[in-house]
């Protein structure tokens, strides 16, 4: 290679500065004025390329945006094969809070888009802590965690307004026309666009949570500074990818024997951690672990409309008028447990399948790949 790289500039050099070449080609040396603004000109590359080198390699906050943050890197969540556990999980972290300050800098009073992502970007950091909870330490685990939720709960009512107007329109046709054609039925799309938005233009809503969040992101950001690194790779998840997989197993047992709206609701919240920690282990072994993602966020999916139209229901108790009509609202009570009953049918068997294996057996598998792959021990 430098072989060949030193022969192309002696070449090169030959074609711009020998007379021999200036007659046969009939081209001139460069002069000094030009050789400025070649310098300038690859100067000024050179440093675009290497920012953005830097964007991409980690994320940081930088001060004077909207909001004092803006987003200054790449979305990739994932633990590195080189990367300490304790960095690796820094890393992360760091990474979501820079989305969810973007995310956050972005929301209106009609553009609730924001409150979503930011939502998510905190429960991947839950997850991230509970994968990594050995880095921690169980006391500071607890306060990080009440943290993450504390900040999404503040944005959770916009968000589960948005979503019962998306699993009314999802379920609407799918209804029995004697229940579709029941007096006010038809109305209630509207009134809960009406609701969701009367709720996000509220003194408390949607602008003012996501300002109030948005305030508290630098103190979080600077909180991970303070976290131990110790030294240590697969020693430092197992415990917490364990866990994560035995509360799982456990919810799904537990979801279907007494096949109530809370514990499908628990079952589920762990089902996304195991998610979102396929999602981090991803390198390990790429189509293995991808495949498990997949059917992880289909399984998460089908409990998170289970979830929002048990929602619906309590909405319709609490809030009579949305559907006035009792005979109507009871008819439609009935259509939607019915599709939750037939949802949870689809839901139980690729949970059997994904949490087949026993907690210990489980994540033994996944340190022989992690093992393979070299990742830190």
């Known amino acids: ?211 109030a969040v948005l305030n508290q992101l630098q103190d979080a950001y600077a909180r991970v500074d303070e976290w131990p690194r110790p030294a240590g790779g697969f020693i430092l998840i197992e415990p917490g990818l364990r866990n994560t997989y035995g509360q799982g197993r456990a919810g799904m047992r537990t979801a279907s024997r007494i096949d109530t709206d809370a514990a499908i609701h628990e079952w589920r919240k762990r089902v996304k951690d195991l998610w979102y920690q396929s999602q981090l282990l991803e390198q390990i072994w790429p189509p293995e672990m991808r495949m498990r993602a997949r059917a992880l966020k289909t399984l998460s999916d089908l409990l998170g409309t289970d979830h929002d139209l048990a929602v619906l229901r309590e909405t319709l108790v609490a809030e009579p008028d949305l559907l006035p009509d009792p005979e109507a609202r009871a008819a439609l009570s009935q259509a939607l447990g019915s599709r939750q009953a037939l949802i949870r049918r689809r839901a139980y068997t690729p949970g059997a399948l994904l949490y087949a294996e026993k907690p210990k057996a489980y994540s033994g598998r996944i340190r022989q790949y992690w093992s393979v792959w070299g990742g830190p021990s």
Request: charged share 25%; with cysteine; proline share 2%.
């Open 1 to 211: 290679m430098w072989l060949a790289l030193g022969l192309l500039v002696i070449l090169q050099l030959a074609f711009s500065y020998l007379p021999l070449m200036h007659t046969l080609f009939g081209t001139a040396a460069i002069g000094a004025d030009d050789r400025a603004r070649i310098l300038v000109f690859g100067l000024a590359l050179f440093l675009v390329v290497e920012c953005e080198k830097m964007v991409c390699a980690g994320g940081f906050f930088v001060r004077g945006a909207p909001g004092g943050l803006l987003e200054a890197t790449s979305m990739a969540y994932r633990l590195e094969r080189r990367e300490e556990i304790g960095q690796g999980l820094q890393r992360l972290v760091r990474k979501r809070l820079d989305a969810a300050g973007v995310a956050l800098g972005e929301v209106t009073a009609s553009e609730l888009a924001g409150i979503h992502s930011a939502r998510k970007r905190f429960k991947e950091i839950r997850a991230a802590l509970r994968l990594c909870s050995s880095v921690l330490g169980s006391r500071q685990l607890k306060a990080e965690n009440r943290l993450y939720r504390d900040l999404a709960r503040r944005l959770s009512r916009n968000r589960d307004a948005q979503a019962l107007v998306e699993v009314w329109d999802d379920c609407f046709d799918d209804l029995e026309p004697a229940v579709q054609s029941k007096p006010l039925v038809g109305e209630l799309a509207a009134k809960l666009c009406r609701r969701r938005d009367a709720i996000a233009a509220g003194d408390a809503g949607a602008v003012a949570g996501a300002a």
